[in-house]
């Protein structure tokens, strides 16, 4: 009995706990929504003033529009099977392109004469070799040749007719896309 009171005596008395308060996150949740929207409405009203501040004030006419950069986009990307060559093996060329216009009304007269156009060009990129357009002198050429064809090919009789002769109506021609295979 001895040795039970001594293991009594050396023992701490253990207390019945209450039950832990499980730690809830729930406040932190809040406070990270509400920062989260918080962060939210300023970044739209910052947006909001800065895209404001760029508008024109009221009292002020858009500026009008030039007839320059005029651009016609309406050719599609085509294949055509390129000359064939002993140095080269690329037989397929996929081009496409936009021209730069003089004016506004030249876009409806090609829209007019899109499929004899492309027909036009599709027969000037199927006679060149991969060699003379692969490097970007042979694609500057050759877009100086397809803007002269196409030129030539927009003139109406009632241009060769006057005193001023033709004017080139396209005055830029830009390769969109360009790959052999």
Same mark, same amino acid.
């Given at each position: 009995? +001895?040795? &039970?009171?001594?293991?009594?005596?050396?023992?701490?008395?253990? @207390?019945? !706990? +209450?039950?832990?308060?499980? $730690?809830?996150?729930?406040?932190?949740?809040?406070?990270?929504?509400?920062?989260?929207?918080?962060?939210?409405?300023?970044?739209? %009203?910052?947006? /909001?003033?800065? $895209?404001? =501040?760029?508008?024109?004030?009221?009292?002020?006419?858009?500026?009008?529009?030039?007839?320059?950069?005029? %651009?016609?986009?309406?050719?599609?990307?085509?294949?055509? $099977?390129? =000359?064939?060559?002993?140095?080269?093996?690329?037989? %397929?060329? @996929?081009?496409?392109?936009?021209?730069?216009?003089?004016?506004? *009304?030249?876009?409806?007269?090609? *829209?007019?004469?899109?499929?004899?156009?492309?027909?036009?060009?599709?027969?000037?990129?199927? $006679?060149?070799?991969?060699?003379?357009?692969?490097? +970007? !002198?042979?694609?500057?050429?050759? =877009?100086?040749?397809?803007?002269?064809?196409?030129? &030539?090919?927009?003139?109406?009789?009632?241009?060769?007719?006057?005193?001023?002769?033709?004017? &080139? @109506?396209?005055?830029?021609? %830009?390769? /969109? /896309?360009?790959?052999? !295979?």
């Amino acid at each position: 009995m +001895a040795e &039970d009171n001594a293991k009594d005596e050396g023992a701490v008395e253990k @207390k019945p !706990q +209450a039950p832990e308060k499980k $730690n809830s996150n729930m406040g932190i949740i809040i406070g990270l929504v509400v920062v989260i929207l918080l962060l939210g409405g300023g970044g739209f %009203y910052f947006f /909001t003033t800065m $895209n404001a =501040a760029d508008a024109l004030p009221e009292d002020e006419e858009e500026p009008e529009i030039t007839e320059t950069n005029i %651009y016609f986009s309406g050719f599609e990307t085509n294949i055509v $099977n390129l =000359a064939e060559s002993e140095e080269s093996d690329y037989l %397929y060329l @996929k081009y496409g392109f936009d021209v730069e216009l003089i004016k506004e *009304s030249v876009g409806s007269e090609i *829209s007019v004469r899109l499929p004899r156009l492309t027909s036009l060009i599709a027969g000037v990129m199927s $006679n060149r070799e991969w060699l003379e357009i692969a490097t +970007a !002198q042979g694609r500057d050429r050759l =877009a100086r040749e397809l803007m002269s064809e196409l030129n &030539d090919a927009l003139v109406t009789p009632e241009e060769e007719e006057s005193e001023e002769g033709p004017v &080139d @109506k396209i005055i830029g021609l %830009y390769f /969109t /896309t360009f790959v052999a !295979q």
